[in-house]
């Protein structure tokens, strides 16, 4: 199975990325903070990262930053409510996101 480690501090959307996940034989890590993110990005091995943009302790933008400065070459997608907010060179996909949606971008951008 591949891995995922999904960045999300709202405990409904991670249960439902959680079971899209495993739909397409994923297993997920899901974290509810950037610097869990972060820490787990650099010790464990995923096949992609999804991440909200706002979270608790930090904005996406910092956490993706941080990630590439460290050196993590795993994949980061970017699923947020707030996408005019932003602008990162990563993709970015708007909320709310349908399943079939959700899959395709997974499927794409996945290692």
Excluded: H
């Excluded at 439902?16 to 950037?34: A, F, N, P, Q």
């Excluded at 930053?65 to 932003?86: A, H, R």
């Excluded at 990162?88 to 996101?97: A, N, R």
Aim: hydrophobic share 40%; net charge negative; charged share 30%.
């Amino acid at each position: 199975m591949k891995r995922a480690l999904v960045a999300e501090d709202d405990y409904i959307m991670q249960g439902i990325y959680r079971e899209w996940l495993y739909k397409i034989e994923y297993t997920s890590d899901i974290v509810s903070t950037g610097r869990k993110m972060l820490s787990l990005a650099r010790s464990e091995s995923y096949d992609i990262i999804i991440t909200d943009m706002r979270m608790p302790d930090w904005s996406g933008e910092e956490g993706v930053g941080l990630t590439k400065i460290l050196g993590v070459k795993t994949p980061i997608i970017c699923i947020t409510g707030y996408i005019e907010d932003y602008s990162l060179d990563i993709p970015m996909f708007s909320k709310p996101i349908k399943q079939e949606k959700f899959n395709e971008i997974i499927l794409k951008y996945s290692l």
